[in-house]
T-cell receptor
Framework: DVKVTQSSRYLVKRTGEKVFLECVQD?????MFWYRQDPGLGLRLIYF???????EKGDIPEGYSVSREKKERFSLILESASTNQTSMYLC???????????????FGPGTRLTVT | AQSVTQPDIHITVSEGASLELRCNYS??????LFWYVQSPGQGLQLLLK??????LVQGIKGFEAEFKRSQSSFNLRKPSVHWSDAAEYFC?????????????FGTGTLLAVQP
């Protein structure tokens, strides 16, 4: 079974703090994704990565950055947390293009971040 | 641009009743379609997917979905709902992200089950 784990289930941070959210997958997937989930808005893609050190902006990258130094690990960074970044953050992974058309994503349990 | 619409934000059904959750997509070519379920406080779990072939696909937990190209729909169904089906359901369509494949999600339908 694919396993995607996230470093924290719940996190409380103060405005202005630098926040790191970590995601690890154990299936050697090329692609990794960060989403935020808010009521009524569904899942919105923040950033994704298709290889080590490679990243692409999603639909809402402002205020976030990412890092992928190892294939299995994808970090989301909030450089200076703000209250409007209070949300559920979900990480996912999927196979890369070499295996043919593959869109299926496997999700971690999520991190509920509260910024006060 | 590709998009997914789930017109129902909340649905309440009685336990044992049938269920249909609606999903409409906008995509130029033959779509890759997915339904995911999210139980409270959890991540998303894949229920079923459609890539090609038979337009009626079976998934886990007794769910099925039917792809109708003429209606651009991929509705999720279950003949008899159980209390444990209370969750949020997301429809998604596969899309090209510029460097790799990605998913575009609908806004979700929250299902409540009455005893």
């Amino acid at each position: 079974d694919v396993k995607v784990t996230q470093s924290s289930r719940y996190l409380v941070k103060r405005t202005g703090e630098k926040v790191f959210l970590e995601c690890v997958q154990d299936m050697d997937h090329e692609n990794m994704f960060w989403y935020r989930q808010d009521p009524g808005l569904g899942l919105r893609l923040i950033y994704f990565s298709y290889d080590v050190k490679m990243k692409e902006k999603g639909d809402i990258p402002e205020g976030y950055s990412v890092s992928r130094e190892k294939k299995e690990r994808f970090s989301l960074i909030l450089e200076s947390a703000s209250t409007n970044q209070t949300s559920m953050y979900l990480c996912a992974s999927s196979l890369g293009l070499a295996g043919g058309p593959s869109y299926e994503q496997y999700f971690g349990p999520g991190t509920r971040l509260t910024v006060t | 641009a590709q998009s997914v619409t789930q017109p129902d934000i909340h649905i309440t059904v009685s336990e044992g009743a049938s269920l249909e959750l609606r999903c409409n997509y906008s995509y130029g070519a033959t779509p890759y379609l997915f339904w995911y379920v999210q139980s409270p406080g959890q991540g998303l779990q894949l229920l079923l997917k459609y890539f090609s072939g038979d337009t009626l696909v079976q998934g886990i937990k007794g769910f099925e979905a039917e792809f109708k190209r003429s209606q651009s729909s991929f509705n999720l169904r279950k003949p008899s709902v159980h209390w444990s089906d209370a969750a949020e359901y997301f429809c998604a369509v596969g899309a090209w992200g510029g460097a790799t494949n990605k998913l575009i999600f609908g806004t979700g339908t929250l299902l409540a089950v009455q005893p």
